[in-house]
């Protein structure tokens, strides 16, 4: 007897900066980030990383890492290869998809220049960056419809739609 295919194991490893004290769904990112993994990844068990931070801290991110000198809403640190490369790991060992840095007070911000709530902007700006760490972009027109279709359809399930 044949067992049923196994599904991807994600799970979510949470730091929020002490300055910080946000009302965070961390069981709802946490179904938002899985959901996201699941589609996009073969059964496996996997981790990514969630910092959300305040806005000197993600600058200080943005112009260390990609030499921008200014504020920014999310940040995405990929350790995954989209091209099917995989480090070899220990037995039980999850494999590290990246890390995801979501600048709170910006999200903050941008739920009110939208209008729309707070945990909406959060789960966006979380699953943009879990889409960069899979190895999504937007760099021209093509790859950005494609990456909104992806996050809409990631914030639908959650009931967190514009």
Request: no cysteine; glycine share 6%; aromatic share 4%.
């Amino acid at each position: 007897m044949s067992q049923p295919p196994r599904e991807a194991s994600v799970r979510l490893d949470l730091t929020v900066e002490p300055s910080l004290s946000p009302d965070l769904d961390t069981a709802r990112l946490e179904a938002l980030i899985g959901s996201i993994v699941k589609r996009e990844l073969p059964p496996g068990d996997y981790v990514v990383g969630l910092h959300v931070v305040d806005d000197e801290t993600i600058k200080a991110l943005n112009a260390e890492h990609r030499g921008k000198d200014s504020h920014t809403d999310v940040l995405s640190f990929p350790l995954h290869d989209p091209n099917g490369m995989r480090f070899v790991l220990p037995p039980g060992v999850p494999a590290h998809l990246g890390d995801v840095v979501v600048s709170y007070p910006r999200a903050e911000e941008q739920a009110r220049d939208f209008g729309h709530s707070l945990e909406r902007e959060l789960a966006y700006l979380v699953a943009h960056g879990v889409l960069h760490v899979l190895g999504y972009d937007h760099e021209d027109e093509a790859e950005r419809v494609r990456m909104r279709q992806q996050e809409e359809a990631a914030l639908a399930p959650l009931g967190l739609t514009r």
